[in-house]
């Protein structure tokens, strides 16, 4: 028991000082190693190794330079104008053009820190300039972010998938459904709110040739989801392979149709690719090392016999669960959350005829409620970087729209068919 108050303890002491989460981990994990276990501390460096030595983790990096190319090559821009002929004429019409868009965009990318950077350097300064609220219009692009961890080809379900051997491609058409679900709840928020805050959409409404000329100038970007997803689907190519396809395709659209990609755009994107993937590589690594302790002293086995001696109820455990993701969603990434909590609560789960595949769309849906809440709300950081609007101001924002994504979490937990009726099950 002393070793787990140090280890959890130790680790929320150091968030709660301002160390970065990868290395909060780091040395929590080697600080109960070291008192708790009589092993060589070489276990560590070993472990991280192991823990990044994964033909499908490649798929991260590639991933998200491949969202990187699409931003600088010219392709969030062209959904940005399809979005805005299709919905940008109704009330709080821009705000729901950056939900749509982001929803374009998160089903290129996977990634939730990408979608807000792309969408957020686009739309929030011409959000204010139509008179919008500069801390709405921020936590409205960052909250639209999470739609970027939920829809195909989610970096999140890639972990999950990895961490509990569960198929990465029946879990991407599984967040198919409740990604729209989410977004479709942010952009009724959107216009509700905008309705009554007096935030007006463009004074005409976009003809058919005007959406249809949209469409054509943005079909290369709304090919890549199908040339990625279908790859997959089709057994072409692996979740992996299809992401460095990505990359290729973004390069390609960028430099030779669109014609904005030049070598000193593709050199930046390599450089902040370089800097995002660091830093994720680094949260795994280390994380890996918790999971490993955890599973070393048979931790997932005392929490599932706890969860089961306090209820057979399978509403009450899923409800249970759901509260504690959605504490350890507002301190810890959801990186690392995935890789050491989704073993344990799977075997909680297990017993209770939960699919795993289910499970994950609960899961990570859940933690990605984190990105817009404090203390860590990593998309309320990148939105506000870009606004220059303090986090602060958009706390209030930032839990309206935490509680209408949690809202939808209930039916996407107590309805599996939202899941798995892809997947005829």
Wanted: aromatic fraction near 10%.
């Amino acid at each position: 028991m002393l070793d787990l108050i140090v280890l959890f303890g130790g680790l929320m002491a150091l968030i709660l000082i301002g160390v970065p989460i990868g290395y909060a981990i780091g040395l929590a994990s080697i600080a109960t190693f070291f008192f708790f276990r009589n092993e060589s501390l070489l276990i560590v460096p070993q472990q991280v190794f192991a823990g990044l030595d994964s033909f499908v983790l490649l798929a991260i990096p590639f991933f998200i330079l491949a969202g990187v190319i699409m931003s600088e090559g010219g392709i969030a821009k062209r959904l940005v104008n399809l979005a805005d002929a299709i919905i940008g004429h109704v009330s709080g019409g821009l705000g729901m053009v950056a939900v749509l868009t982001s929803t374009f965009f998160s089903s290129i990318t996977g990634s939730g820190n990408a979608t807000t950077s792309a969408v957020g350097s686009l739309l929030i300064q011409p959000m204010v300039e139509k008179k919008y609220d500069a801390a709405f219009s921020s936590t409205l692009i960052a909250a639209s972010g999470i739609i970027g961890i939920i829809l195909p080809p989610s970096i999140s379900f890639v972990i999950y998938g990895v961490v509990t051997r569960t198929s990465i491609g029946e879990l991407f058409i599984a967040g198919i459904i409740p990604g729209f679900i989410i977004a479709t709840a942010l952009m009724v928020t959107c216009y509700i709110i905008s309705r009554k805050k007096g935030y007006r959409g463009k004074t005409t409404k976009s003809e058919i040739r005007e959406i249809l000329g949209a469409a054509k100038d943005g079909i290369w970007a709304l090919v890549a989801p199908i040339i990625i997803l279908g790859g997959i689907y089709s057994g072409i190519f692996t979740p992996t392979e299809s992401a460095v396809v990505a990359v290729v395709y973004a390069i390609l659209i960028g430099a030779f149709v669109y014609r904005e990609l030049t070598w000193k755009k593709l050199l930046n994107a390599l450089y902040k690719a370089a800097i995002i993937n660091g830093v994720t590589s680094f949260i795994i690594g280390f994380s890996t090392i918790m999971a490993r302790y955890m599973t070393l002293e048979r931790i997932p086995d005392t929490i599932t016999r706890f969860v089961v001696d306090l209820t057979d109820n399978k509403i009450i455990v899923l409800l249970l669960i759901n509260v504690i993701l959605l504490l350890i969603g507002m301190v810890i990434d959801i990186i690392p959350a995935l890789i050491i909590l989704a073993p344990i609560l799977l075997d909680v789960v297990t017993p209770f005829g939960l699919d795993p595949v289910h499970f994950g769309v609960i899961m990570v849906v859940n933690l990605g409620i984190g990105f817009i809440t404090p203390p860590y709300g990593s998309t309320l950081f990148i939105a506000s970087a870009i606004s220059k609007v303090p986090v602060e101001r958009m706390f209030g924002y930032g839990l309206l729209f935490a509680v209408v994504i949690f809202l939808m979490l209930m039916p996407i937990t107590y309805i599996p068919s939202l899941s798995l009726v892809f997947l005829g099950r």
